[in-house]
Structures are given as C-alpha cells and as structure tokens.
C-alpha cells in the first residue's frame, strides 16, 4: 500500500496551483459595484453579471450589488482605486462613458491605467431621431439640412455638454462639415424628456441609445433616421440603415462592462474572465441580455483592455477636435 504523507499532499496541492493546473476556487463573496444611484445603466450592468452568473451556476451564491454615487462613476473609480485594489471578489460596472469621462480628465488623478479592464456583456448603440412627421426622411436630409442653415437645428440629448450624447450630436455637426461647439445643444434629464421635446416640437434632432428609442420607433412617435453600429441591429431595427450604410463614418458602440483593482491577483482576475466567457456562451445569458435592451458585444481580458484604452485615445481626439 502506497501510504501519502499529509506534507507530500500539501506539497502536491502548492505545486499544481503554481503550474497553473489547479483550479482556483471562485469569489467568496462575489460583489458588483455601480458607481450612482439604483435604477441607471451601471445598475443595469451590475444586474447583468449578478443574474446571469448565478443563473448559469458560475457563482453558487447570489452577488451582491452595492452603489455608491458620484461623478458618473467617479467616486467609486477613485474607491476601487484607493480602498479595493486587491479585492478579488469585487468586480465594478463601467460603459463607454466611462473612458469617455477619463479621456476628459473627469476622474481625477487616475488614468485608465489605473484599473485592470475585465470585460464587456453587452452593448447598446447611438441613435439620431426626428419626430415622426419631420421631413427628414434619412441621415443624408438631415446632414444636408443641417449643413445648410445649423443655427436652425436644436439637438437634444440626456446628458450635459461633453457626454455621449453630445459627443454623437458633435458628430452630426462634423458630418454636415460643421464647428461642433457651435451646435445648439439642449442638455435634458434622460431619454424620456428627449422624446418629449421632440413630440412637442421643441427641438429637430435627439440623440439618444437604440434601446430606448426603438419602442418610440415601433409606435410611430419618433424616427430613427440611422443606428451607430458596424453593422445593423437585429429585431425591430433590421430595417434601420447604419450611419455607415448611409455613407458616414459614424459609429458609437455603448458598450457595457467590468473592472476590477489594479492589484488584483492573476488568478482572481482570470477566474472572473473564465466565468464570463463560459456565461456569455449560454442561451440563458442570451435572454438575460437581450432582456435589458442589450445587443452581443462581448470583448473579455486583454482584448477588452486594448478596446478601452484605444476608445480613451479616441476620445481623447474627438474631445480636443469638438473644443471639450
């Protein structure tokens, strides 16, 4: 009989985890953390990976999600940084207006450096919307419109000068060959009082998120003129053209994704890339998403690393083209 010694299987269990065989256990305590108050887009991240994770048995325990408001992301970019960097069971939601803000500086002292980049679940995409009885029946109309009389346009959108949706009205302005900071933006609280100028006349153009706009499409409220996508989105917008079918180089994905602390071991950190490409793979996560308005867009590690930090370098230019 072969008789194993207690320290030749503590030595045989060391060994196997620094050869990498060993598979490591998952987050104790698994927490999402959304940057703002319940019920906005990192809240909706975070429900994302809490839900599909338990729902494909990634995480065997519910995850908890916690919210910590203050500067879109901000302060719970800057806490993360500070008080959580080798948290391992701690995963932070963030969106392209994420490495938007940092590409502006609005994240304080840290860069997108400062953070290791997880992955995305999802993406939604920009959209530009008239009323429904507005004679612009496709993006040409409205470039060429615009190009021809842009202090008649009122472009609304639900964030403040320098979000997304400014950046994507400042992208109508540079297709119309137009100064961006000369563009009559109007500055509203969400998507809903977007809709609300538009129907009431108020303004000619919103620029919003297809997801909370399609509905309003569908209806015959509004029209969506062209999607901010590579391709064209499938379901109740198969039959909207992209910018880029249309002839513009408009594209503006609004990806939504995770982070994790800077000193976050290799370990815990490819644990939570493991758990997220087996997840993404399932029809269960499938319905998850799409349940939440969210389109396949799935970028993990390194991959989702180099999206971020190239979408900062672009922003960066766009910001400093659009006088931000």
């Known amino acids: 009989m072969i008789r194993i010694s207690k320290t030749m299987l503590t030595g045989a269990i060391f060994a196997a985890a620094f050869s990498g065989t060993f598979a490591f256990a998952e987050p104790t305590k698994p927490e999402c953390l959304a940057g703002a108050k319940p019920g906005g887009g990192f809240d909706l991240t975070c429900r994302l990976a809490a839900n599909g994770l338990l729902e494909t048995k990634e995480i065997k325990q519910p995850m908890a999600v916690t919210y910590m408001e203050g500067g879109v992301g901000a302060v719970a970019y800057n806490h993360v940084i500070s008080k959580r960097a080798k948290d391992g069971n701690l995963i932070t939601a963030a969106s392209s207006g994420s490495a938007l803000l940092l590409a502006q500086g609005k994240f304080g002292k840290y860069d997108e450096n400062a953070v290791r980049w997880l992955g995305a679940l999802g993406a939604d995409y920009g959209v530009l919307v008239v009323a429904a009885d507005s004679p612009y029946k496709t993006l040409g109309d409205l470039v060429t419109a ?179």
């Open 146 to 324: 615009y190009k021809a009389d842009p202090a008649s346009f009122a472009i609304a959108g639900g964030g403040a000068v320098g979000s997304q949706d400014w950046m994507k009205g400042s992208l109508l302005a540079k297709a119309a060959g137009q100064d961006p900071k000369k563009m009559r933006y109007v500055a509203l609280e969400g998507g809903g009082a977007v809709l609300t100028a538009l129907e009431g006349g108020h303004v000619k153009v919103g620029s919003g998120d297809a997801a909370e706009m399609v509905k309003h499409h569908v209806a015959g409220k509004i029209r969506i003129l062209a999607v901010m996508a590579p391709d064209r989105l499938p379901g109740e917008l198969a039959n909207v053209p992209t910018a880029k079918e249309q002839g513009f180089d408009i594209d503006w994905p609004v990806w939504r994704g995770y982070y994790v602390g800077k000193d976050v071991s290799d370990e815990d950190y490819n644990w939570w890339v493991n758990a997220f490409e087996k997840m993404s793979k399932t029809p269960e996560f499938a319905k998850e998403r799409e349940t939440r308005g969210l389109f396949e867009f799935t970028l993990l590690g390194k991959d989702f690393e180099e999206r971020v930090k190239s979408d900062v370098t672009k922003f960066k230019v766009l910001a400093k083209e659009s006088g931000m």
